[in-house]
């Protein structure tokens, strides 16, 4: 398989919100109601909010695409800026920075180097936008996640709080120097 890493555009904006209704639920905690995160997805990861996700200029949105059947298999997100969570500000020491929002890959694409490859690609794009690090949360209980951040240099730098359907989960906080 030969995968390509672009910019998203807004005619990604269907194929970006399936990916993500397929991926975001593997990332939730064992326990969360599947009716919770069918309106996380709806509210947050839609076709209408990944076209608004695209055009908004304080993020970049990078998609990972196989270039033999034209499918998005791959996507991460991008927020420039400071934290605006008080606990993330206090926890990333490297200013400027750039919060790694969503990194999801396909689960039949798992351990074909798609992840490596967009995850490259999301350092590119940081250094490129001038940024001293890349920041993400995650769930404490996504052990497959935190292993492969680790495996790229992410470390452990703080806590967050993170609300899915009224439900507040623990998040670590992940910190990259690039």
């Known amino acids: 398989m030969t995968v390509s890493i672009r910019l998203a555009s807004a005619s990604d904006a269907p194929r970006l919100a399936h990916v993500a209704a397929i991926t ?21 990861l839609s076709a209408e909010r990944f076209a608004e996700y695209a055009a908004d200029p304080d993020r970049t ?33 490297a200013r400027p920075t750039v919060e790694l929002s969503k990194f999801y890959v396909l689960p ?8 490596a490859r967009l995850m490259a690609a999301v350092f590119e794009t940081a250094v490129t936008d001038g940024a001293g690090s890349v920041w993400l949360g995650v769930n404490t209980e996504n052990g497959r996640a935190r292993a492969f951040y680790a ?9 967050r709080r993170f609300v899915v359907g009224g439900r507040t989960h623990d998040d670590l906080v992940l910190e990259c120097e690039v």
């Open 24 to 44: 975001f639920p593997l990332a939730c905690p064992p326990g969360t109601a599947l009716v919770e995160i069918a309106r996380f997805v709806t509210t947050h």
């Open 61 to 93: 949105v990078l998609v990972a695409v196989d270039e033999e059947t034209d499918e998005v298999v791959a996507y991460a997100m991008l927020v420039e800026g400071d934290p605006s969570d008080d606990d993330v500000s206090r926890s990333v020491a």
């Open 108 to 115: 039949d694409r798992h351990g074909q180097g798609v992840a």
């Open 151 to 159: 495996g790229r240099g992410f470390e452990g730098v703080g806590t």
